[in-house]
């Protein structure tokens, strides 16, 4: 089965507000974790990472949480704008085994104006 | 060109045609990757390829044949496929199969009659 998922598979924003987008992982032994964004018609394309030794992580408008105790990971949009309206993915991985990235099956934002 | 890309962008295809999907990064990457993104489930990972060398074949059917000529092309040669192989195919790649980061390109959306 998928070892990371996310809460809600969609989720409405009011323009302005902060988005706040949760993602679960069940492999322990997981210790890197990425944010993608993935547009209509495009690809995924990377917003942010962290790896296990962090809780914290901030980009521009965005931050990645990291909570290891409980296995979950979020995503907080500051100001969100309507070109925030994506698919937004967690990703995790095991930094010692190379390339696999397992991807959860991605939370829909719908930015309101 | 920059970045990674795609052709075609859409392929409708019957199950006894045999298509090619091409992919070429311009980043100077050295590993390049084959994901399939079905509704609503998480990117699924295919083939996996490391200067040239396939290092990863996910128990994927031999309808899809991979082919790396070089470090900057994949392609994804299909024969024979079935209408539940529809779906966005995306390539990435990574500087190298050790680095976190994969950057895709926009995807080819499949559909199989």
């Known amino acids: 089965g998928e070892s990371v998922g996310l809460h809600l598979p969609t989720l409405s924003v009011q323009e302005g507000d902060n988005s706040i987008i949760n993602c679960a992982y069940s492999?322990?032994?997981?210790?890197?974790f990425i944010w993608y964004k993935q547009e209509s018609g495009k690809g995924p394309q990377f917003i942010i990472d962290i790896r296990s030794n962090m809780d914290k992580r901030q980009g521009q408008r965005v931050t990645v949480l990291l909570n290891k105790t409980v296995k979950h990971l979020s995503l907080q949009i500051a100001a969100t704008q309507p070109g925030d309206s994506a698919v937004y993915f967690c990703a995790e991985k095991e930094e010692s085994n190379d390339y696999k990235l397992s991807f959860g099956a991605g939370t829909t934002v719908t930015v309101r104006a | 060109e920059t970045g990674v890309t795609q052709t075609p962008r859409h392929l409708v295809m019957g199950m006894t045609n045999k298509k090619s999907l091409k992919c070429e990064q311009h980043l100077g990457h050295n590993a390049m990757y084959w994901y399939k993104q079905s509704a609503k489930k998480p990117l699924e990972l295919m083939f996996v390829?490391?200067?040239?060398?396939?290092?990863e074949n996910n128990s994927v059917p031999s309808r899809f044949s991979p082919e790396c000529p070089n470090s900057s092309h994949l392609f994804l040669h299909l024969h024979t496929l079935q209408p539940e192989d529809s779906a966005l195919y995306l390539c990435a790649s990574s500087q190298g199969l050790s680095y976190n980061e994969q950057f895709f390109g926009p995807g080819t959306r499949l559909t199989v009659l």
């Open positions: 390829y490391s200067l040239e060398e396939r290092v």
């Open positions: 492999n322990s032994a997981s210790d890197y």
